[in-house]
């Protein structure tokens, strides 16, 4: 792979043993559509190794062997390309980046990062806004990240919004971050000008400790994407701008309560669809729908019917993702019984009980958030949240097994 900036502007070229069809660090496989992209409103002169980065957080999934940047990065990046992904990187001969102070928020304005935002009242936020991509024809106009960008503005908070076309260099399954890092490409080369150490990121106990979605759905302490002692840990820290994860250690049962008590409730939007709020029928409205009823317990309130298509995987079996909170929904919200979910109802024995450890904080996630954030993040857990037993952080590690 061979890489080249202009300005906020990425050029990539294969090489042959490089793959159209690569795998992100998730295992998903995900298909090339364009070769360039870029960000918008990021410096020109930020560290090389914030270059690097930044460009591996889109081209990872399509490089075999080795990849060669247009200015020399650190032996520390190369080091860490080497022993997190095998990959031959360079050309080498800068100094590494000494790390910043501040600590940003990578602000997507959905529940948990609402949540994230609240364990760090002062921290300023960089939101990344999905343009369209010149050569790329947009399929996707429903997905509306204008009114996101927009509800960020509306925090109060210090803001940077970095837009972006660098979505759609993935063509399959469609637009979207080739790794889940490049949400995080615009904050990298934003990283001398904001004076980062940190970089932080809505990720929950789900995504963080439990394989998350559409990964494993079992205890994962060696998580590749979100663990410091990982492949991408280990790189970010190589540039000085640590991963953090504030809410690392709570379920989005907690993110959610956390949201709707914060100060920015007004701005949380998890929905990509909706204009003037969330529209209530897709497949992540309803799966919030479900979190959000059973956090403030209430019956079940969605349109949606049993014959629509984001409704028939509640008909099936599982395995969920996200399904530790199925099963904390399922035991806490009335009249369940009566609503599409009543077919999942016969798979699970859940009960308030065997969920109550999706109330509390998993304390290993503190442990791991990097001085000199560690304290604030544990003393906010410690009061807003409580943490897990230890029989309750036994249910956290044996998830799965
Ligand atoms: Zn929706």
Redesign the pocket.
Known sequence: MRVTWTGGELTFRLDLEDEITGKAADEHPVKLATNSCAIGGVPDDAHPDLFAVAAWTIVAPWTRKRITFDRAISERVAEALRQGWGIEAGPVGAEPRTAGRTLAISYSGGADSVAAAAVYPEAPFVHFQRVPHRRVPNRWPHYRSDVLAKLAEQTGRELTTVTSDLEFTLAEPRPGYPEHHAVAAGALLLADRMDLGGLAFGYELGSRWLGGDRYLLRFTPDNPMWAPHGAWGRLFAATGVHIVLPVGGVSEAVTMRLALNSELKDQVRW?L??TDG?????G??LYKELIQAAVERRPLDTPLSADRPVVRKWLRPPPYGGQEMIEYGLARVPGIERTIFAKALDHFDATEESTSWLDHCYPPAIDEIPQPWRDTAAAFMSEQVGLMSADETQRVETWGM
């Open positions: 929905c669809r909706g969330p529209c209530r029928t897709c992540k409205c």
